[in-house]
C-alpha cells in the first residue's frame, strides 16, 4: 500500500504514547472511547466523463466515467478507492469507493488530519483502511487518541475496528507510527503492525525487532541485520534471511550476511520484497545484474517464503510491479533506467530484458503500462512485446478490466498539485481495457 502522508499531517495524526497497548479483536473493550469514522453508503451514479477529452485512452479506449478523486486510487475487490479532500476548513476528509462502473458505493468521513490510509484483507475480502482521530483543524487541536478501521471495499461495512494507533499509516502495510514526538511525549519512531484479520497488535517476534513491511496477513521485522516475516494472525515465524540461503548464482559463501529492506519507495510491490544482502567480511559473492565491489547484492523475494524470485546486483533503486493473475514481476529503473526485466514468480525464470529506456509503473490483466522515449506505452508482460503506444495519459491505476488515467491540466495547476487542499485535485477519468 503507498501511503498518502505530509509531515503536517503526521504531526496532527499522531495519538498518545502506548495507545496501541491492550487492543485486540473487533468489537474490543479498549476502542469504546476511541474516535470513529462515519460511514456513508447511499449511492451515487457515475458522473460522464468530459465532453472535450482531448485524446482517447491506451488502445483507442473512449472514455467511460470521471473519477471523484483528488489523488491517485487504491485498487482490490473490484472497486477503487480514493481521497476526496474537504471543500473548505470545516469539512471532513473522505475516502470513497467506486465501483467499475463508476458508481460512487460508499463514503467514509474521518478528520482531514488523518489523510493516510489504504487496503488490506480481511479473511477474504479486500478492505479500506481508515484513520480518525480527536484532532480539530479549527483550533489547531493536534491529535491526542488516533484509531484505524477497517471497512469492506464493495458495501462500506464495518470489518473490524476501531483499534487504538500510537500515530498516522506509515506503512508499507498495516504499520502506524510517529515521525516525531507528539506534544504529550513518547518515544520518537515508535512503531506497531497490526493484523490483517484483527486489528489486534502483532507481538514481534523478539523485543527489540521493528516492523518494516506488511501486506496482507504477513508482516516483516527487523533487528541487527536480520530479517524475520510471520504470519500476523498467529505470530508464528514464516522465514527469516538467518536461515534463508543468499542470493547468489554461485551458492552460499558461508560467510554472514546482513539484510535489510530495500528503502526505495516503489522496490516492493505486495507479497514481492527488495532485500538488499551485504556480506559482514565485505567480499564478493554472486552475480547478477551489475554487481558492486562490495559483494552487496539486491534480490526480490517472496514475502511468504523468503524464496528467491530473482537477483539484481547492486540495483539500488529499482521499480517492481506486479501482475499475480499473469504470475509475473516486472522490475524498471535497472542500471540508471536503461534496462527492465520481467521474471516468472513462480520459478523465477527471465521472461524477458529490454534496454530501450522502457520504464513501466502500472500492471493489470496481462498489460503493463508506462513510457519509452516519451511516449506512452502499453506492453505484454509476459513477452515485453509493445501492444500499444500513443499520447495518451499513462494508466495510474485498475481493477476488474478497468484504467484509471490523469485528467489533462493546465500548467498553473500543474504547478501547485502539491498544494491542493480546496478539494480540487488534477481529476481523473477510466478507459475500458484493450
Known amino acids: 500500500m503507498v501511503l498518502v502522508v505530509t509531515a503536517a499531517v503526521l504531526v496532527a495524526c499522531g495519538g498518545a504514547p502506548g495507545g496501541a497497548g491492550g487492543a485486540g479483536d473487533r468489537g474490543h473493550e479498549s476502542g469504546q472511547n476511541l474516535p470513529i469514522p462515519d460511514v456513508s453508503t447511499t449511492s451515487r451514479a457515475a458522473t460522464p466523463p468530459p465532453g472535450d477529452l482531448a485524446a482517447p485512452g491506451p488502445g483507442d479506449a473512449p472514455a467511460l466515467w470521471k473519477a471523484p478523486f483528488d489523488d491517485v486510487p487504491r485498487t482490490g475487490g473490484g472497486m477503487f478507492v480514493g481521497l476526496v479532500f474537504p471543500a473548505d476548513d470545516e469539512a471532513d476528509l473522505s475516502i470513497t469507493g467506486v465501483a467499475a462502473d463508476g458508481t460512487t458505493r460508499w463514503a467514509v468521513r474521518t478528520n482531514p488530519s488523518c489523510v493516510g490510509y489504504g487496503l488490506t484483507r480481511v479473511a477474504d475480502t479486500t478492505a479500506a483502511v481508515v484513520l480518525a482521530s480527536d484532532a480539530d483543524n479549527r483550533d489547531g487541536k493536534v491529535a491526542t487518541r488516533t484509531s484505524a478501521n477497517t471497512f469492506d471495499v464493495r458495501d462500506g461495512s464495518r470489518l473490524w475496528g476501531p483499534t487504538p494507533v500510537p500515530g498516522p499509516m506509515v506503512g508499507p502495510g498495516l504499520i502506524f507510527g510517529k515521525n516525531t514526538p507528539s506534544i504529550v511525549g513518547g518515544q520518537q519512531g515508535e512503531r506497531v503492525m497490526l493484523a490483517a484479520d484483527s486489528g489486534a497488535p502483532v507481538t514481534p517476534p523478539s523485543g527489540d525487532a521493528v516492523p518494516v513491511y506488511e501486506h496482507h496477513g504477513t508482516g516483516l521485522f527487523s533487528e541487527d541485520g536480520v530479517l524475520t516475516a510471520i504470519d500476523t494472525a498467529t505470530s508464528e515465524v514464516r522465514w527469516s534471511s538467518a536461515t534463508v540461503s543468499p542470493p547468489s548464482r554461485t551458492g552460499p559463501s558461508g560467510g554472514k550476511y546482513r539484510v535489510e529492506l530495500l528503502d526505495a519507495a516503489s522496490a516492493s ?65 535497472l542500471d ?85 487542499t480546496e478539494g480540487s485535485g488534477p481529476g481523473y477519468v477510466a478507459h475500458e481495457q484493450r
Do not use: C
Open 269 to 333: 510491490t505486495g507479497d514481492v520484497v527488495a532485500l538488499r544482502w551485504t556480506p559482514e567480511d565485505g567480499s564478493r559473492d554472486g552475480g547478477g545484474e551489475g554487481d558492486d565491489d562490495s559483494g552487496a547484492q539486491t534480490a526480490l523475494h517472496d514475502l511468504r517464503t523468503g524464496a528467491v524470485i530473482a537477483t539484481l546486483g547492486d540495483q539500488p533503486e529499482p521499480r517492481t510491479i506486479v501482475d499475480a493473475g499473469k504470475g509475473t514481476v516486472v522490475v524498471s529503473g
Open 336 to 420: 540508471r533506467f536503461r534496462t527492465t526485466l520481467a521474471f516468472d514468480l513462480g520459478t523465477g525464470k527471465r521472461l524477458w530484458r529490454d534496454t530501450g529506456s522502457l520504464d513501466l509503473t502500472l500492471a493489470h490483466a496481462g498489460t503493463a503500462y508506462g513510457t519509452r522515449a516519451g511516449r506512452s506505452v502499453a506492453v505484454d508482460v509476459r513477452t515485453g512485446k509493445t501492444v500499444a503506444d500513443g499520447e495518451w495519459a499513462v494508466p495510474v491505476a485498475a481493477e476488474d478490466g478497468v484504467l484509471v488515467a490523469p485528467l489533462p491540466q493546465p500548467q498553473e495547476h500543474q504547478a501547485r498539485v502539491t498544494e491542493r
